[in-house]
């Protein structure tokens, strides 16, 4: 299983980004596909997560400005974010948890200035 993400970028404090991942390989139909980041000199943390049925799941920083969703005719998820903090600043890492290991994408940067 492969996981490539993409979407980060510079922005300014109160705009927004979209971060997208696409899973490729053997993907089963049951599974959880999420958003962590990592700030610096931080560990890493969930921001957002999303089973296939469509339940999702939030951080309680990402309450309110942080959307997930997913097509899962792609294996893609997807993360808008709004609003966006200077706090928010971090290396976001997508990943899938089904039957069997867990896979992390590579990571994309989110940086937003104050």
């Known amino acids: 299983v492969q996981l490539q993400a993409s979407g980060g970028g510079l922005v300014q404090a109160g705009g927004s980004l979209r971060l997208s991942c696409a899973a490729s390989?053997?993907?089963?139909?049951?599974?959880?596909m999420g958003w962590h980041r990592q700030a610096p000199g931080k560990q890493r943390e969930l921001v957002a997560a999303?089973?296939?049925?469509?339940?999702?799941m939030y951080a309680d920083s990402a309450k309110g400005r942080f959307t997930i969703s997913r097509d899962n005719g792609k294996n893609t998820v997807y993360l808008q974010m709004n609003s966006l903090k200077p706090e928010d600043t971090a290396v976001y890492y997508c990943n899938i948890r089904q039957q069997g290991p867990e896979y992390w994408g590579q990571g994309t940067l989110v940086t937003v200035s104050s």
């Open positions: 390989g053997r993907i089963f139909s049951t599974n959880v």
């Open positions: 999303m089973f296939n049925s469509g339940r999702a």
